[in-house]
Each structure stands twice: as structure tokens, then as C-alpha cells.
């Protein structure tokens, strides 16, 4: 019986496919906006928890700030003119106490000194070339900057820094792989043992200080955390990051603020949770600098800008379907209201078919099918729809990968059945109730 109800209701859809499409299309608009709205929240929300989860989730970030209500007065500087007391400042007692009641958890520390030296670097000794060389910029790190930033920096050749490395007499860096293409063509253990020529500052007459450096270590570049998404025609003129001893940094680095350690990331051991040690740390920092202070603490880990991220894109992504639910429930009213002109239509074939002995079910079934039918179809269209939009909006307008929400999918799915039943329950329900005698009379 439910194969001739499907052949009945075809044949209905094909014989006004206009007025059937325009049913179809509240579903079709709704189901379509659902998934593509979905789809692309999904490869949002992907793509910043990836984002955030390449620095690593385990990573906790501090930094020491001049407080907010603090301004710096030059009238109250010493008679050298030092300001230093309103430069922010880890100092080797705060480091060495947070070590002491939190080294347990904590995996490995990552110093930073940014500098402002660098620029075109070329082999050391090499016949001048003009195109034998490699941009760079300098950064002044410890060792624990390549265990905390692993997955930025990994090493793919040589060592990291160690021993009397990490002194500030200790000329030694570790580059990236596309500088050894640049210079060596890309043969890594070539490389190793190398010294290369860094300029380091220019004065205001423009001479040049450059350094030698020995490469002792190369790691692999990252090209999406430098923000290159592959759009670029050659990689000869990339500007990559150099990495010398922290101390040895510091010799480069003049004047108090740039000297000063005001921030350091720390990675936190697997297992234990990043946001309640963050908070503790927080709390415990802000106690050790004390009341009596010009500075304050701020603490952030990724896990929880994740977790932020992801409960903000959800909020938006709900906001938004529920435009797209209002889409299916107006669509499925127009499906109640074209099944209640159908059966009208066709008061007198119902009429018949209870005049030969169909009982009230099989009407009934015949019209929740042909509803179901409908809903289906127009569900089947609003799928593929919406699959096309949000592949056109992640791929062409947001250039992000695609990420399908399946679940969504066979919600959509679920949901047109539930509106061709639910909707066409009241009509199916009308024509079984339909009195054959008033029916075979009506015109």
C-alpha cells in the first residue's frame, strides 16, 4: 500500500509542479540557510581553535603591565633621569619563588627579546651575490622557548642551545628551512656548522653592524602561523625569523625598557588544567608584587580563549537558525495550506475511493505520504543548497577549509519528515473524515 500511496503522490507533484515547487521552496530556503549557516560556523570555529591550538593549548601567557591608573611623571625621575621604576619587570627573586611553589606543573619556560636588528643575511666569506641571500629578523630566546613553542619551531636538524651557549659571548643561531634553501640550497646538514653574516643595527649615518653567526640548529617554518596562506609566487624573498641566545640578545638591546623582562610563556604539564592554573597564578603574582605597586598582572591561556571562542560562534550560529526555522515553519504552513487545496480538488476521487470500501486510514495515509513527499524533496534540494553556499562562503569569500556539519545535515533530514507529517496530518486527517456521499456530490 505505501508503494502505490508513493506512486499516488508523484503523481500529484507532477501534475502542478509549479504549485509544488513553490511549496517546496519555505523548506528549501530554510533547510538551505540551516546548513549553510552551520557549515560555515563550524569552519570558523575550526579554524580559530586551530589557530589558537598551533601556540599550543597547554601554553599559559604572563605578562607585567604598568597599571592602568599609573602615568609616568618625568618631574620624579632621579637626577640620572631613570625612569626604570615605572618599566615593568620580572625580577630574578619573582621568577625564582614561582619556580619554587609551581615548578611541578610546569613543563618549560619561554624568554623572549625581540629585536630590531636584521635584514639581508648571506653566507659568511661568500663571493658578494645578489642573489644569494635570505631576509631575516632577529629574536633572542632560551631553550625553553623551542619546547613551549614546539609546534612553531620544530626542530628539524641540529640542537637547540645549550652550555656555555647561552652565554652573551656566544655567537650561535638557529635558522629556518627556507633560509637554507636560500643559502644552501636546502641541504640542512650542509648548513650545520655554517656561519652566516646578520646585519645587527645601522647608526644615523647609515654604516652597518653586522655579526657572525654559527648555525647549530634549523627548524621547520610554520607558513601559516607568518600568515602566509600559499597565494605567494616565490618564497626567495620571505623574511624568517633567526634565533640567538636570550643573552646574547641583550647585549644588542640598549636602555631599560627594552632590557626589562616584562612577559614570559610558560608550557603547562599534560594533564593538569591550564585555566584554574592560570587564575592561580594570576592570584599568586599579584600577591607577590603587593599592594605598594605601580604594575599589575595579567595571565591568558589558550584553552580558555578557545572555549570563549567556541561558546561565542555557537551563540551566533543559534541566533541565525532560528531565522532559519521561522524559513521552515512559514514552509511548513504552505505545505498544510496547498495539501487543504489538493484535497478539495480532489473531494470527488475521495469520494470514490471510500464508495469502493477504502477505509479511513488508507485516505489518511495516501495524503500524509504525498505531504511527506513534498517535504522530502524540498528537504533533498535545501541540502544540497546549502552544502553549495557554505562551500562558496568558506572557500571563495573566507578562503577557510570547509568543515560539514553532518549533524545538521541529518537534522535537516529528520526535520522535513517531521513537517511533512506534522503539517499534513490536518489536511490527511480532513479527507478521511469526509462524509463518500457529500463527496460524490460535490462539484
Known amino acids: ?39 560555515v560556523g563550524n569552519s570558523q ?24 591608573e599609573i602615568e609616568v611623571d618625568d618631574t620624579q625621575s632621579d637626577e640620572s ?64 622557548y623551542f619546547t613551549v613553542n614546539d609546534s612553531q619551531a620544530p626542530i628539524a636538524a641540529g640542537r637547540i642551545f645549550g652550555g656555555k651557549e647561552l652565554q652573551s659571548d656566544s655567537y650561535v643561531c638557529i635558522v629556518s628551512d627556507k633560509l637554507v634553501n636560500n643559502l644552501f640550497d636546502g641541504d640542512a646538514n650542509k648548513a650545520l656548522g655554517q656561519k652566516i653574516t646578520i646585519p645587527m643595527s645601522t647608526d644615523d649615518a647609515g654604516n652597518e653592524t653586522t655579526a657572525d653567526y654559527t648555525i647549530i640548529g634549523v627548524y621547520t617554518l610554520n607558513m601559516g ?27 644588542y638591546t640598549t636602555g631599560a625598557s627594552s632590557r626589562a623582562l616584562n612577559s614570559f610563556t610558560l608550557k603547562v604539564k599534560t594533564g593538569e588544567d591550564v585555566i584554574s592554573f592560570s587564575d592561580d597564578l594570576q592570584a599568586y603574582l599579584t600577591g607577590l608584587l603587593g599592594d605598594d605597586t605601580n604594575f599589575q598582572i595579567y595571565v591568558s591561556n589558550n584553552k580558555q580563549w578557545i572555549e570563549e571562542a567556541d561558546a561565542s560562534m555557537k551563540q551566533q550560529v543559534m541566533t541565525i537558525t532560528l531565522i532559519g526555522a521561522i524559513a521552515l515553519l512559514v514552509g511548513g504552513i504552505g505545505v498544510m495550506n496547498i495539501m487543504t487545496v489538493s484535497i478539495t480538488e480532489r473531494t470527488r476521487e475521495i469520494g ?31 541540502i544540497a543548497v546549502g552544502i553549495g553556499i557554505g562551500a562558496v562562503a ?9 568543515v560539514m556539519s553532518w549533524k545538521s545535515i541529518a537534522g535537516s533530514f529528520g526535520v522535513s519528515l517531521a513537517i511533512g507529517v506534522f503539517f499534513g496530518y490536518y489536511p490527511a486527517n480532513k479527507a478521511a473524515k469526509m462524509d463518500p456521499i457529500e463527496a460524490l456530490r460535490y462539484e
Not at 4 to 18: M, P
Not at 366 to 374: D, N, P
Not at 394 to 402: N, T, Y
Request: charged share 15%; glycine share 10%.
Open 1 to 39: 500500500m505505501l508503494g502505490e500511496n508513493i506512486k499516488l503522490a508523484f503523481a500529484s507533484i507532477a501534475a502542478n509542479k509549479l504549485r509544488s515547487f513553490l511549496t517546496m521552496l519555505g523548506i528549501i530556503i530554510g533547510i538551505a540557510a540551516v546548513i549553510a549557516i552551520m557549515t
Open 45 to 68: 570555529t575550526e579554524q580559530v581553535r586551530e589557530q589558537y591550538a598551533s601556540f599550543g593549548t597547554n601554553n599559559v601567557d604572563v605578562y607585567m603591565w604598568l597599571a592602568n
Open 81 to 144: 633621569g631613570d625612569n626604570s621604576k615605572y618599566i615593568p619587570n620580572f625580577t630574578e627573586e619573582m621568577m625564582s619563588s614561582m619556580l619554587q611553589t609551581y615548578g611541578s606543573q610546569i613543563e618549560a619556560i619561554a624568554v623572549t627579546n625581540w629585536m630590531s636588528g636584521g635584514g639581508k643575511a648571506v653566507r659568511s666569506g661568500a663571493p658578494d651575490s645578489e642573489d644569494e641571500y635570505a631576509n631575516v629578523s632577529l629574536q633572542g630566546v632560551n631553550p625553553g
Open 225 to 251: 602561523d607568518y600568515g602566509y596562506d600559499g597565494s605567494i609566487s616565490s618564497e626567495k624573498d620571505l623574511n624568517t625569523t633567526v634565533y640567538i641566545p636570550y643573552l646574547n640578545a641583550m647585549t
Open 352 to 382: 470514490t475511493r471510500k464508495a469502493l470500501g477504502a477505509p479511513n486510514r488508507d485516505i489518511q495515509m495516501q495524503f500524509i505520504t504525498e505531504a511527506v513527499i513534498i517535504c522530502i524533496i524540498g528537504g533533498l534540494i535545501g
Open 394 to 402: 568558506c572557500k571563495a569569500v573566507q578562503h577557510i577549509p570547509m
